[in-house]
């Protein structure tokens, strides 16, 4: 197939990766460990862990988990934690034990959690103590056997581990009262492990490495087998992509905010950055705006993922724009779409460009990035990266010609293996060609450059024509007086939906009016909305997507 694509990648960046280069994660972790033994590797609430130490604690929780715990390759084992130092520990000592991690949200409804829990057929839990009272409420209905419980300040060193646990509980009263007679502490896992015998188990590209759940498209969260070829793949084609940016190996500082149970996160920050050998600056609790401005003036970072509306509150928080961005080299963002009015003013404040990516949990998630020299905002998505073919389809699943809008497509080696028993929805979501159907609607032009137009779902349609939310919001958000804003297509009599904005002030002296003045400058007439509500705040995901379906329901 035609990729002009190729023609604008950035010098240095190869068309193609070798993905045999590593057999599984665990060998780029390991490599990692020994080459930069001595460097830091995660540092959380004051404690720094060096990648000597990681070596050390997942050597001895994979130890426990096998020799103690009972488990075996291949079983599932879900870890339930927000951002802090057990969670790599956990993660990479289970993927040593050969283990598939089903990573799974902290704020989990007793729903939620059991639905996750039963559908991987998980056999091991490690859970964050202010969690554990929903475990307790639906344990009894999985298959879950093990249990490693652990506080927020266990990684850390006394007296600091016993204030910070102390103010967990008995200040902020985060710690819900619950009753797990059989679960083991996670600082007993590491230290009876250290005495038992090292583990070794042989993985290929083949074997899974995580259950990554995900919406998908519609209907109930489903779990996207990643493979360890998977997650391989998309480690080396997020590398080479950014590794041309000027980064120093062993040398970086990446900011990670968004939770690391979230595959962006989890891929791009803890994974890719791992093999560059940098330090991850590990932020429990980003919504504390304050909190979090204060962590960054610690550090001369170099490095910053997260999606549009952590960048934009960033930005509306006291102290940001006085940090030192001396040593900031790079700025990704993706999870949803990046606003031009957030881009141009995080570039303006910072004085690095933020570079939009594109990816699905289904894909590792990288599937386009854009090139990490880009000077300003381009409206994009990018390219798609080494390896990866990127196609637009029409209603048939024919290909579309350059220019015009349809489903984006992506194949490549980092698309899942399918969703956990769910045949059926897997052969709608990957077709017999292998090409993943992202839910996406998109356009390329000639040199390549794709550009998210909407999901198909969330597309409005008015009197005939296409209508994406999108680029509505980005034409609201030029306007200096809004802080967020959400469109929907609401129903209308006459023109079967009309377009709904639903907004959150940065200055309260935004009126109606204003908003539809602007529009009409911006916006042809069936474009434009018809419904303005204000609110104080929109509905978000935990990682900060805006959620359409709940503005739906106001």
């Known amino acids: 197939m035609d990729k002009p694509w190729l023609n604008s990648y950035q010098e240095g960046v190869p068309a193609e990766i070798d993905i045999h280069e590593y057999s599984s994660v665990v060998d780029i972790f390991t490599e990692a460990t020994k080459t930069y033994a001595d460097n830091p590797s995660f540092t959380n609430f004051g404690k720094t862990m060096s990648y000597a130490e990681l070596d050390k604690y997942t050597k001895q929780f994979a130890s426990w988990i096998v020799h103690e715990g009972g488990l075996k390759k291949g079983d599932?084992?879900?870890?339930?934690?927000?951002?802090?130092?057990?969670y790599p520990v956990a993660v990479f000592g289970a993927l040593r034990a050969g283990l598939v991690v089903v990573n799974t949200n902290p704020l989990y409804t007793d729903r939620e959690l059991e639905h996750q829990l039963k559908?991987?057929?998980?056999?091991?839990?490690?859970?964050?103590?202010?969690?554990?009272?929903?475990?307790?409420?639906?344990?009894?209905n999985t298959d879950v056997e093990v249990i490693i419980t652990t506080r927020f300040g266990d990684m850390l060193s006394f007296p600091k581990s016993a204030l910070i646990n102390f103010v967990i509980k008995n200040?902020?009263?985060?710690?819900?009262?619950?009753?797990?007679?059989?679960?083991?502490?996670?600082?007993?896992?590491?230290?009876?492990?250290?005495?038992l015998p090292e583990v070794s188990v042989d993985l290929n590209h083949e074997d899974l490495a995580f259950l990554q759940y995900t919406g998908g498209t519609t209907g109930v969260a489903k779990g996207a087998m990643l493979t360890h070829g998977n997650m391989v793949s998309n480690i080396l084609q997020a590398y080479y992509w950014?590794?041309?940016?000027?980064?120093?190996?062993?040398?970086?500082?990446i900011i990670t905010a968004l939770p690391l149970y979230h595959i962006f996160s989890l891929t791009a920050n803890c994974l890719t950055f791992m093999k560059l050998g940098a330090l991850n600056v590990l932020i429990t609790n980003p919504r504390?705006?304050?909190?979090?401005?204060?962590?960054?003036?610690?550090?001369?970072?170099?490095?910053?993922?997260?999606?549009?509306?952590?960048?934009?509150?960033?930005?509306?928080?006291?102290?940001?724009?006085?940090?030192?961005?001396?040593?900031?080299?790079m700025t990704l963002g993706g999870g949803m779409a990046v606003q031009k009015a957030v881009a141009d003013r995080w570039s303006e404040m910072t004085g690095t460009p933020l570079v939009e990516a594109y990816g699905l949990t289904e894909t590792s998630p990288a599937a386009c990035i854009n090139p990490m020299n880009l000077k300003e905002y381009n409206d994009s998505i990018g390219l798609p990266i080494s390896s990866t073919d990127a196609s637009i389809r029409g209603e048939n699943n024919e290909a579309l010609p350059v220019g015009e809008a349809g489903e984006l497509c992506i194949r490549g080696p980092q698309v899942m293996k399918g969703y956990w028993e769910r045949p059926d929805a897997t052969a709608?979501?990957?077709?017999?060609?292998?090409?993943?159907?992202?839910g996406d609607v998109a356009v390329m032009n000639e040199q390549g450059f794709f550009k998210i137009v909407d999901r198909l779902k969330d597309m409005i349609l008015v009197s005939g024509f296409n209508v994406y939310p999108n680029e509505i919001e980005a034409v609201i958000a030029m306007m200096p007086e809004v802080l967020e804003v959400g469109a929907i297509g609401i129903p209308d009599e006459h023109s079967g939906e009309?377009?709904?904005?639903?907004?959150?002030?940065?200055?309260?002296?935004?009126?109606?009016?204003?908003?539809?003045?602007?529009?009409?400058?911006?916006?042809?007439g069936y474009k434009r909305p018809k419904v303005v509500q204000f609110i104080d705040e929109l509905p978000k995901t935990n990682v900060g997507k805006i959620l359409r379906r709940e503005l739906r329901d106001l």
Request: charged share 25%.
């Open 288 to 329: 504390d705006m304050p909190g979090f401005v204060k962590e960054l003036s610690k550090f001369k970072f170099t490095a910053f993922t997260g999606v549009n509306t952590l960048f934009n509150a960033l930005m509306n928080t006291d102290g940001f724009k006085d940090l030192d961005f001396s040593s900031l080299k």
């Open 242 to 253: 950014i590794i041309v940016d000027d980064l120093d190996k062993g040398k970086e500082i």
């Open 119 to 140: 559908d991987s057929g998980a056999k091991a839990i490690v859970v964050v103590e202010a969690f554990a009272a929903t475990l307790q409420d639906v344990v009894d």
């Open 428 to 438: 709608d979501t990957i077709d017999s060609e292998g090409w993943l159907h992202t």
């Open 171 to 195: 200040v902020k009263k985060m710690v819900k009262p619950f009753n797990l007679p059989t679960a083991h502490s996670f600082k007993d896992v590491l230290k009876k492990g250290a005495s």
């Open 76 to 86: 599932r084992i879900a870890i339930m934690s927000p951002n802090l130092l057990q």
């Open 498 to 524: 009309v377009v709904k904005v639903v907004i959150a002030k940065k200055d309260d002296s935004l009126t109606e009016a204003a908003v539809l003045a602007h529009c009409k400058e911006n916006l042809t």
